[in-house]
């Protein structure tokens, strides 16, 4: 069985945004096993697997992503949508834009502290696009 669904999530500021749940709720029922797949549809956010339980690990992400990848650098070329525009799209190729996740016993198979991350490098990103493949 291969099932696909698209979604949006909802919109978010910039930052490191725990979506397991939002993820979760649009997706049909699961498969005793397989395997999950995501994808969004975009190039200045990503998708990550990290730490789902104290808050300070997303803003401590925020501050390392954003000390990695600057804004408003002098050698950048790409700058007609803003200063966060260039410096999105590095850090969308750094973090990339699908996960694979395991389905056991009709559930994402993620340890007891991780949770799915949708990590939004730009200041007013909109909705994000998700496209689920659901393998099982």
Not at 11 to 27: A, D, I, K, W, Y
Request: glycine share 8%; aromatic share 8%.
């Amino acid at each position: 069985m291969i099932e696909q669904v698209e979604f949006s999530l909802k919109p978010r500021p910039r930052g490191f945004h725990l979506v397991t749940q939002e993820v979760v709720s649009h997706l049909p029922a699961l498969p005793e096993k397989g395997l999950l797949h995501l994808f969004i549809k975009h190039t200045s956010c990503a998708l990550s697997i990290n730490e789902n339980y104290d808050p300070s690990v997303r803003s401590d992400m925020e501050r390392i992503y954003n000390n990695l990848v600057k804004e408003n650098q002098a050698y950048y070329t790409h700058v007609e949508e803003g200063a966060d525009d260039m410096p999105s799209h590095a850090k969308c190729s750094l973090t990339g834009v699908s996960l694979s996740i395991p389905i056991t016993g009709g559930r994402l198979n993620l340890g007891t502290w991780q949770g799915i991350y949708l990590c939004e490098f730009r200041d007013y990103g909109g909705a994000r696009k998700i496209v689920a493949t659901i393998i099982g």
